[in-house]
């Protein structure tokens, strides 16, 4: 059985600011964000990973390597970096304000099954989910009894666990959005099965600086 340890990056500063931030652009931790990904760490001090699977955007890297750095068993582990992990790209409207009153901006948050991003270059829901689930497939067959965390993003992880575990494609964001650093924790043996959603229950009051 593969154990995944699934966690989204550290809040940003375009996640303060509420623009679309996929997978084309990047924005710095907040120290907030910063203390998130540090508290993570010390949560999951005490897990062996047999392999880390980190997106290639900085963001990602960044909250990945504030995880390892309380980490007790990094003896001979190195984080493998993929691009399939990277965030779904917003094509033109990469950076800019969201606009929650936006018909695409709403089917992708409650419907992705109608999300139509053509008008704006952006990325389909079913090649997000077609490349980030090929590499977790990868990793479940080179680790089938590993434990193994993987580092990426917001859309990606919520769309990729809820198809991972079965969902119809128009409940790929039920549940979502996943909180800044949360854990979630899949199990593969026959199939994905979800054993823990969401949780932040490890984090303390930090306050935004």
């Known amino acids: 059985m593969t154990t995944f340890y699934f966690v989204r990056h550290g809040k940003t ?3 303060l600011s509420l623009k ?16 998130q990904a540090i508290q993570a760490g010390r949560y ?20 990945a ?17 993929y691009d399939s992990l990277r965030e779904i790209k917003f094509g033109k409207r990469e950076g800019t304000e969201i606009n929650h009153a936006d018909e695409q901006t709403a089917h992708l948050r409650q ?30 067959e080179e680790y089938p009894d590993g434990k193994v965390l993987i580092v990426a993003h917001g859309v990606l992880l919520i ?7 079965g969902k119809e494609k128009a409940n790929w964001r039920e549940g979502g959005p996943l909180a800044n650093t949360s854990i979630t924790i899949v199990e593969k043996k026959n199939k994905y099965t ?15 600086a």
């Open 20 to 35: 679309f931030q996929g997978g084309d652009i990047d924005s710095p931790l907040l120290p907030i964000g910063i203390e």
């Open 65 to 81: 390597n504030y995880i390892l750095k309380e980490n007790n068993y990094l003896d001979k582990l190195t984080l493998q970096y």
């Open 13 to 15: 500063e375009l996640n």
């Open 159 to 165: 769309t990729l666990i809820n198809s991972l575990i």
């Open 111 to 140: 419907r992705p099954d109608l999300y139509d991003p053509t008008a704006f270059g952006g990325e389909t829901i079913d090649s997000l989910v077609t490349r980030s689930t090929e590499t977790i497939e990868k990793i479940s």
């Open 194 to 208: 979800l054993t823990s959603f969401n949780d932040i229950s490890y984090q303390t009051q930090t306050e935004d």
């Open 44 to 63: 999951l001090c005490d897990i062996s990973f047999d392999a880390i699977a980190v997106s290639t955007q900085k963001r990602a890297m960044d909250t």
